[in-house]
Protein backbone atom coordinates (compact mmCIF):
# COMPACT_ATOMS: atom_id res chain seq x y z
CA UNK A 1 0.00 0.00 0.00
CA UNK A 2 1.37 3.62 -1.10
CA UNK A 3 1.67 6.43 1.46
CA UNK A 4 1.62 9.41 0.33
CA UNK A 5 4.05 11.91 2.54
CA UNK A 6 3.41 15.73 2.47
CA UNK A 7 6.64 18.26 1.81
CA UNK A 8 7.50 18.78 5.33
CA UNK A 9 9.77 22.10 4.82
CA UNK A 10 9.18 24.85 2.58
CA UNK A 11 12.42 23.27 0.90
CA UNK A 12 11.12 20.19 0.13
CA UNK A 13 7.64 22.06 -0.89
CA UNK A 14 9.80 23.57 -3.67
CA UNK A 15 11.56 20.45 -5.21
CA UNK A 16 8.60 19.04 -5.14
CA UNK A 17 7.10 21.40 -7.46
CA UNK A 18 10.27 21.35 -9.44
CA UNK A 19 10.25 18.03 -9.84
CA UNK A 20 6.47 18.06 -11.22
CA UNK A 21 7.28 21.14 -13.33
CA UNK A 22 9.97 19.19 -15.40
CA UNK A 23 8.14 15.98 -15.69
CA UNK A 24 5.57 18.31 -17.12
CA UNK A 25 7.54 20.33 -19.05
CA UNK A 26 8.96 16.87 -20.88
CA UNK A 27 5.51 15.69 -21.45
CA UNK A 28 4.42 18.56 -23.02
CA UNK A 29 6.56 21.51 -24.09
CA UNK A 30 6.06 25.00 -23.71
CA UNK A 31 5.30 26.20 -27.39
CA UNK A 32 8.61 28.73 -28.08
CA UNK A 33 6.41 30.38 -30.21
CA UNK A 34 3.57 31.08 -27.94
CA UNK A 35 0.96 30.52 -30.24
CA UNK A 36 -2.81 29.67 -28.36
CA UNK A 37 -3.80 26.89 -30.88
CA UNK A 38 -0.26 24.47 -30.61
CA UNK A 39 -2.10 22.35 -28.97
CA UNK A 40 -4.76 21.81 -30.96
CA UNK A 41 -2.86 21.64 -34.23
CA UNK A 42 -0.51 18.87 -32.55
CA UNK A 43 -3.72 16.79 -31.89
CA UNK A 44 -5.40 16.80 -34.98
CA UNK A 45 -2.66 17.85 -37.64
CA UNK A 46 0.06 15.30 -36.18
CA UNK A 47 -2.47 12.78 -34.05
CA UNK A 48 -1.17 13.86 -31.19
CA UNK A 49 1.81 11.77 -31.84
CA UNK A 50 5.44 12.25 -29.39
CA UNK A 51 7.08 15.40 -30.80
CA UNK A 52 9.90 17.99 -29.44
CA UNK A 53 10.48 21.28 -30.90
CA UNK A 54 14.47 20.91 -33.11
CA UNK A 55 16.01 23.55 -34.58
CA UNK A 56 17.19 21.38 -36.99
CA UNK A 57 13.54 21.46 -38.63
CA UNK A 58 14.43 24.87 -40.50
CA UNK A 59 11.60 27.06 -42.13
CA UNK A 60 13.29 29.61 -44.32
CA UNK A 61 10.54 32.37 -44.75
CA UNK A 62 9.98 36.32 -45.20
CA UNK A 63 9.10 37.37 -41.89
CA UNK A 64 6.79 40.07 -42.95
CA UNK A 65 4.68 38.98 -45.64
CA UNK A 66 4.38 41.74 -48.64
CA UNK A 67 2.43 39.77 -50.74
CA UNK A 68 -0.44 37.64 -48.38
CA UNK A 69 -1.44 34.89 -51.50
CA UNK A 70 1.92 34.33 -52.63
CA UNK A 71 4.29 33.64 -49.67
CA UNK A 72 7.28 31.46 -50.44
CA UNK A 73 8.62 29.01 -48.23
CA UNK A 74 11.34 26.52 -47.86
CA UNK A 75 11.05 23.61 -45.35
CA UNK A 76 14.20 21.60 -44.65
CA UNK A 77 14.69 18.96 -42.28
CA UNK A 78 17.50 17.08 -44.27
CA UNK A 79 19.63 17.28 -41.10
CA UNK A 80 17.62 14.96 -39.39
CA UNK A 81 18.58 12.06 -41.56
CA UNK A 82 15.94 9.40 -42.46
CA UNK A 83 12.46 11.26 -42.62
CA UNK A 84 8.85 9.35 -43.65
CA UNK A 85 6.84 12.36 -43.18
CA UNK A 86 6.41 16.51 -43.40
CA UNK A 87 3.40 18.06 -42.37
CA UNK A 88 3.65 22.18 -42.94
CA UNK A 89 0.67 24.29 -41.22
CA UNK A 90 -0.09 27.60 -40.19
CA UNK A 91 -1.65 27.79 -36.71
CA UNK A 92 -3.87 30.75 -37.24
CA UNK A 93 -4.96 30.11 -41.07
CA UNK A 94 -8.55 29.24 -41.20
CA UNK A 95 -7.31 26.11 -42.83
CA UNK A 96 -4.17 25.64 -41.27
CA UNK A 97 -2.91 22.72 -42.75
CA UNK A 98 -0.78 23.82 -46.20
CA UNK A 99 0.74 20.25 -47.37
CA UNK A 100 1.63 16.99 -46.08
CA UNK A 101 5.02 15.61 -47.71
CA UNK A 102 6.12 11.94 -48.26
CA UNK A 103 9.98 12.17 -49.17
CA UNK A 104 10.23 8.54 -49.98
CA UNK A 105 13.46 8.49 -52.15
CA UNK A 106 13.50 12.08 -52.38
CA UNK A 107 15.58 14.52 -49.85
CA UNK A 108 13.45 15.80 -46.87
CA UNK A 109 13.51 19.32 -48.17
CA UNK A 110 11.00 21.40 -50.16
CA UNK A 111 9.84 24.55 -51.07
CA UNK A 112 6.82 25.94 -52.25
CA UNK A 113 4.55 29.10 -51.93
CA UNK A 114 1.26 29.43 -50.12
CA UNK A 115 -1.99 32.17 -48.74
CA UNK A 116 -1.95 33.62 -45.40
CA UNK A 117 -4.83 35.33 -43.61
CA UNK A 118 -3.18 36.56 -40.81
CA UNK A 119 0.26 37.02 -38.88
CA UNK A 120 0.24 33.46 -37.70
CA UNK A 121 2.85 30.58 -36.06
CA UNK A 122 4.13 29.01 -39.05
CA UNK A 123 5.12 25.10 -37.98
CA UNK A 124 6.76 21.97 -40.03
CA UNK A 125 6.53 18.74 -38.19
CA UNK A 126 9.18 16.01 -39.54
CA UNK A 127 8.53 12.38 -38.38
CA UNK A 128 11.42 11.09 -37.73
CA UNK A 129 11.99 7.14 -38.11
CA UNK A 130 11.56 6.45 -33.95
CA UNK A 131 8.30 7.90 -34.79
CA UNK A 132 8.43 11.05 -33.36
CA UNK A 133 7.85 14.38 -34.72
CA UNK A 134 10.89 17.32 -35.03
CA UNK A 135 8.61 20.19 -34.77
CA UNK A 136 10.41 23.73 -36.18
CA UNK A 137 8.79 27.10 -36.85
CA UNK A 138 8.92 30.59 -37.03
CA UNK A 139 6.24 33.62 -36.92
CA UNK A 140 5.37 35.39 -39.65
CA UNK A 141 3.89 38.77 -39.61
CA UNK A 142 1.03 39.23 -42.28
CA UNK A 143 -1.64 41.94 -43.50
CA UNK A 144 -3.97 39.23 -43.79
CA UNK A 145 -6.61 38.63 -46.16
CA UNK A 146 -5.00 35.91 -48.10
CA UNK A 147 -7.52 33.24 -47.58
CA UNK A 148 -10.72 34.84 -48.05
CA UNK A 149 -9.61 36.47 -51.64
CA UNK A 150 -10.41 34.76 -54.84
CA UNK A 151 -7.83 33.61 -57.35
CA UNK A 152 -6.84 35.85 -60.70
CA UNK A 153 -7.09 32.97 -62.29
CA UNK A 154 -11.20 32.50 -61.93
CA UNK A 155 -11.79 36.26 -62.89
CA UNK A 156 -10.15 35.26 -66.40
CA UNK A 157 -12.58 33.91 -68.93
CA UNK A 158 -9.85 32.10 -70.33
CA UNK A 159 -8.53 30.33 -67.23
CA UNK A 160 -10.22 26.63 -68.08
CA UNK A 161 -8.16 26.79 -71.63
CA UNK A 162 -4.64 26.79 -69.06
CA UNK A 163 -6.28 24.43 -66.42
CA UNK A 164 -3.72 21.89 -65.62
CA UNK A 165 -0.52 22.70 -68.23
CA UNK A 166 2.42 21.93 -66.04
CA UNK A 167 6.07 23.48 -66.87
CA UNK A 168 9.16 21.60 -64.97
CA UNK A 169 12.92 21.86 -65.27
CA UNK A 170 15.55 19.27 -64.18
CA UNK A 171 18.50 20.36 -62.58
CA UNK A 172 21.22 17.19 -62.11
CA UNK A 173 22.58 17.70 -58.21
CA UNK A 174 24.78 15.70 -55.77
CA UNK A 175 21.97 13.59 -54.68
CA UNK A 176 20.19 12.67 -57.64
CA UNK A 177 18.45 16.04 -59.37
CA UNK A 178 16.36 18.62 -58.42
CA UNK A 179 12.75 19.14 -59.77
CA UNK A 180 10.75 22.62 -60.12
CA UNK A 181 7.39 22.11 -61.47
CA UNK A 182 4.55 24.91 -62.04
CA UNK A 183 0.42 23.76 -62.47
CA UNK A 184 -1.11 25.93 -63.55
CA UNK A 185 -4.57 25.38 -61.23
CA UNK A 186 -6.93 28.56 -59.44
CA UNK A 187 -6.53 26.94 -56.15
CA UNK A 188 -9.07 28.13 -54.57
CA UNK A 189 -9.99 28.23 -51.07
CA UNK A 190 -13.74 27.79 -50.83
CA UNK A 191 -13.17 31.16 -48.58
CA UNK A 192 -14.18 34.02 -50.88
CA UNK A 193 -17.71 34.51 -51.87
CA UNK A 194 -19.46 32.41 -54.59
CA UNK A 195 -16.32 30.65 -55.28
CA UNK A 196 -16.22 27.11 -54.00
CA UNK A 197 -13.01 24.80 -53.07
CA UNK A 198 -11.24 24.30 -56.16
CA UNK A 199 -7.43 22.64 -55.55
CA UNK A 200 -5.13 20.07 -56.01
CA UNK A 201 -5.17 17.57 -53.65
CA UNK A 202 -2.68 14.90 -54.51
CA UNK A 203 0.84 14.88 -56.42
CA UNK A 204 3.18 12.54 -57.47
CA UNK A 205 6.63 12.19 -58.69
CA UNK A 206 7.82 8.45 -60.33
CA UNK A 207 10.15 7.10 -62.60
CA UNK A 208 9.28 4.02 -63.75
CA UNK A 209 7.48 2.16 -61.64
CA UNK A 210 9.45 3.53 -58.56
CA UNK A 211 7.51 5.99 -56.16
CA UNK A 212 10.13 8.73 -55.40
CA UNK A 213 7.78 11.50 -53.55
CA UNK A 214 4.35 11.97 -52.81
CA UNK A 215 2.54 15.02 -51.47
CA UNK A 216 -0.75 15.99 -50.45
CA UNK A 217 -1.50 19.48 -51.08
CA UNK A 218 -4.13 21.76 -49.65
CA UNK A 219 -6.24 24.98 -50.45
CA UNK A 220 -3.39 27.35 -48.74
CA UNK A 221 -0.96 26.27 -51.45
CA UNK A 222 -0.53 29.54 -53.70
CA UNK A 223 -2.45 29.68 -57.14
CA UNK A 224 -0.80 27.97 -60.20
CA UNK A 225 1.50 26.17 -57.60
CA UNK A 226 5.27 26.05 -57.51
CA UNK A 227 7.19 23.19 -56.16
CA UNK A 228 10.92 22.64 -55.66
CA UNK A 229 12.37 19.14 -54.45
CA UNK A 230 15.14 17.02 -55.01
CA UNK A 231 15.21 13.47 -55.96
CA UNK A 232 17.56 10.47 -55.58
CA UNK A 233 17.00 8.80 -59.12
CA UNK A 234 18.68 10.49 -62.53
CA UNK A 235 16.90 10.92 -65.59
CA UNK A 236 13.46 11.72 -67.16
CA UNK A 237 10.95 11.18 -64.34
CA UNK A 238 6.77 11.55 -64.64
CA UNK A 239 4.12 13.59 -62.88
CA UNK A 240 1.13 12.90 -61.76
CA UNK A 241 -1.63 15.29 -60.41
CA UNK A 242 -5.66 14.91 -58.76
CA UNK A 243 -7.94 17.63 -58.41
CA UNK A 244 -10.41 17.63 -55.01
CA UNK A 245 -12.49 17.27 -58.76
CA UNK A 246 -11.40 14.86 -60.17
CA UNK A 247 -9.14 16.01 -63.11
CA UNK A 248 -6.04 14.41 -63.43
CA UNK A 249 -3.08 15.78 -64.72
CA UNK A 250 -0.01 14.06 -66.29
CA UNK A 251 3.23 15.40 -67.37
CA UNK A 252 7.13 13.24 -68.78
CA UNK A 253 9.75 15.82 -67.36
CA UNK A 254 13.15 15.18 -69.32
CA UNK A 255 16.11 16.00 -68.64
CA UNK A 256 18.41 18.75 -70.54
CA UNK A 257 15.37 20.74 -71.35
CA UNK A 258 14.48 24.35 -69.85
CA UNK A 259 10.73 24.35 -70.26
CA UNK A 260 7.95 21.76 -71.02
CA UNK A 261 4.49 22.87 -71.45
CA UNK A 262 2.64 19.44 -70.82
CA UNK A 263 -0.98 18.28 -70.54
CA UNK A 264 -4.35 18.05 -68.49
CA UNK A 265 -6.52 15.09 -68.99
CA UNK A 266 -10.32 15.49 -67.13
Known sequence: MWTLHYPTTKTQGILLLLLFSCSSALANPLDPLDSPLWLKMHQHLLDGGKYVFDQRVKIIAPKNAENTLNVPVKVDASALGEVK???????????????????????????????????????????DSEGVWRVGGMWLDAAGGGCTQPSVGSANADWSAQ????????????????????????????????????????????????????????????????????????????????????????????????????????
Do not use: C
Open 85 to 127: RIVVFADLNPIPKILDYEPLQALPSISFNFKVQQATALRAAAL
Open 163 to 266: LGHVTARLWPNKTGQRVRLRIMHPMDTGLADKIPEFYIERLEITQKDTLLARLYLYEPISENPTLTLDVSAQGAVDLFAVDNNGNQMQASILPQQDQLALGFKQ
